[in-house]
């Protein structure tokens, strides 16, 4: 059962020698999630062995040029790959005609594609399945900007094997208990739910926050989240620069992280100026220890954890 996340991009508006723009891969199960498509994310995909035929949702974070220009070269190859599934698109409302307009030059594709947009400038629900929960939460950029939070669902008991043999448990018997009942005998004794099951695992959680204005207003939204992904695209020096273009610093980042309670950051969307990018860290972890700055490739994995 596997919650990964892969960073294929991690710089902000101009790409590097080391680094793509921004794009983010989230494997729930076996469910790919692709987050922004900065330029050249098909060349990362393929770099780190990820087919994206198995891309099903493809969620955009804004229209800003460092997080879609990937999009139609991605969306083009799929066609030429033969792809007949649908494929699910998500993010502000003028993504549709972008979309169009690049459909109305470059042909239509074999493959459908639906468009959904958050409902209002509130957080809520945009795509739910039997797995995993995914909430668009409005970010304050320069443009309509939107970060998105995805939970898995919370799981059933687990059935210890060994009851299963012991007390011939049969597929109803096995349904009911994870649900939470006891289990009656032939004979009529009752076992206890506690004796025939294991606590559920933990659902895990993974937040991307991308382009914005240092915001409390998220902290409440980010409350215990496993990972957290939050840009910085400045060093705190400069702060004044990071609020005229409506960007983060490293230090922001880490205050709303520790603020929210949160297991670990993530720091990326770094600016070009920065060559050593020591700094940002330092002063990310001077304010909340357990962070790292993402580099392309690097993967985190949340691994699986009982509830107590």
Known sequence: MSFELTILGSSSAL???????????????????????????????????????????????????????????????LGMLGRKVPLR??????????????????????????THFPSGPEEGIIHEDEKVTVTSVPLKHRTETFGYIFREKHRPLNLRKEAISQYGLGIADRVRIKEGA????????????????LP??????????SD??????????????????????????????ASETFHSTAPQAARIASDAGVGKLLIGHFSSRYKDLSVLLEEAREIFKPTEAVNDGD???IPMTRSS
């Open 200 to 209: 559920p695992y933990q659902p895990r959680s993974y937040a991307y926050i």
């Open 182 to 197: 006891d289990h009656t005998l032939p004979d009529g004794n009752t076992i206890p739910n506690r004796e025939l099951t």
């Open 89 to 114: 698109l998500y993010g502000p409302e003028k993504l549709a005609s972008l979309l169009n307009d690049h459909l109305k030059y470059f042909g239509p594709l074999p493959f459908d594609i639906s």
């Open 299 to 301: 993967i985190f994995s």
């Open 15 to 77: 790409p590097t020698s080391k680094r793509f723009p921004t794009a983010h891969l989230l494997q729930v199960d076996e469910r790919f999630f692709l987050i922004d498509c900065g330029e050249g994310t098909q060349i990362q995909l393929r770099k780190f062995g990820i087919n994206p035929s198995r891309i099903h949702h493809i969620f955009i974070s804004h229209l800003h040029g460092d997080h879609v220009f990937g999009l139609f070269g991605l969306l083009s190859t």
């Open 212 to 241: 914005t204005l240092y915001d409390p207003e998220l902290i409440p939204l980010l409350q215990g989240i496993d990972l957290l992904y939050h840009e910085a695209t400045f060093s705190g020096r400069d702060e004044k620069l």
